[in-house]
């Protein structure tokens, strides 16, 4: 259901369309790939709706996984620079 924002740690409702940004993932039942009425099963296709508030969008895009699920991935930034892990050496 879109009542809120997709990223769990967001409690951002679910207001407007123009807001944020939708997603839209076709859900293809596994079982019926090799259907006999390819008709019946275009018919059955369902589409499912994602929301991410302007906050996540920016940083998360939704991508829909082999197994149908749907994964939050940190969006490659072009503007800040993620300061990189450094390793701490030992200095024995
Ligand atoms: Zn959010």
Known sequence: M???????????P???LHVGRLFRFERQPHS???APEPAAVLGRNSWEFFWLCENCASRY???M???GTIEMVARP???TVAPRPQKKRKSA
Do not use: M, W
Request: with cysteine.
């Open 77 to 79: 930034t072009k503007k």
């Open 2 to 12: 879109l009542d809120k924002c997709l990223n769990p740690e967001c409690s951002e």
């Open 65 to 67: 996984q082999p197994d």
């Open 61 to 63: 895009t939704l991508l």
């Open 32 to 34: 019926n790939i090799n």
């Open 14 to 16: 679910f207001l407007y």
